[in-house]
T-cell receptor
Framework: SQQGEEDPQALSIQEGENATMNCSYK?????LQWYRQNSGRGLVHLIL?????REKHSGRLRVTLDTSKKSSSLLITASRAADTASYFC??????????FGEGTQLTVNP | GAVVSQHPSWVICKSGTSVKIECRSL??????MFWYRQFPKQSLMLMAT?????????EQGVEKDKFLINHASLTLSTLTVTSAHPEDSSFYIC?????????????FGPGTRLTVT
């Protein structure tokens, strides 16, 4: 079963704006990962944050994790049309099994 | 590095036939491979986890006799959809975890679109 819930389900912004997506989960985790999926394609790993970390950066991406609230957020700064995709959070436990959230469809308008 | 391929990328088959999908790790040894199914505009659902040389572990509700998984080598896992029906039409994605790098990171294949007519 999917334990991750993401909001918003869909987000439409203009190029140059920032995009924020949120993910909530229910059980204890070892790590949380964010993936991107272009329509009809496989997943691209974006960033992994461990349960003992609170914030992580990678280029224009910033991920936060609040284990007390069981939530995470993904911020994409200065968005580009090429960022248009579905974004999924996935929670990992000690056995490396991933449970995916429902995803956020991001549309960046040029 | 860490490239995973799938073959075929898309397949159309008739109801009642069987279809085999291959998942290969091209530049690393995959000790564990995962098979997911994704319906349109939905998330990925884990179907099974396979470790090289042992039987796959299926998620609750996934029929192991219908979705046969073989992980015979450290670079190849196959998913066979037996006696396919239209409701099996979906996007099937595999991922692999190797012995190097983060133990938590999975590398995903490009997916296989199955359409059963």
């Amino acid at each position: 079963s999917q334990q991750g819930e993401e909001d918003p389900q869909a987000l439409s912004i203009q190029e140059g704006e920032n995009a924020t997506m949120n993910c909530s989960y229910k059980t204890s985790i070892n790590n949380l990962q964010w993936y991107r999926q272009n329509s009809g394609r496989g997943l691209v790993h974006l960033i992994l944050i461990r349960s003992n970390e609170r914030e992580k950066h990678s280029g224009r991406l910033r991920v936060t994790l609040d284990t007390s609230k069981k939530s995470s957020s993904l911020l994409i700064t200065a968005s580009r049309a090429a960022d248009t995709a579905s974004y999924f959070c996935a929670t990992g436990t000690s056995g490396s099994r991933l449970t995916f959230g429902e995803g956020t469809q991001l549309t960046v308008n040029p | 590095g860490a490239v995973v391929s799938q073959h075929p990328s898309w397949v159309i088959c008739k109801s009642g036939t069987s279809v085999k999908i291959e998942c290969r790790s091209l530049d690393f040894q995959a000790t564990t491979m995962f098979w997911y199914r994704q319906f349109p505009k939905q998330s990925l659902m884990l179907m099974a986890t396979s470790n090289e040389g042992s039987k796959a572990t299926y998620e609750q509700g996934v029929e192991k006799d219908k979705f046969l998984i073989n992980h015979a080598s450290l670079t190849l896992s196959t998913l066979t959809v037996t006696s396919a029906h239209p409701e099996d039409s979906s996007f099937y994605i595999c991922s692999a975890r190797g012995t190097q790098g983060s133990p938590y990171e999975q590398y995903f294949g490009p997916g296989t679109r199955l359409t059963v007519t």
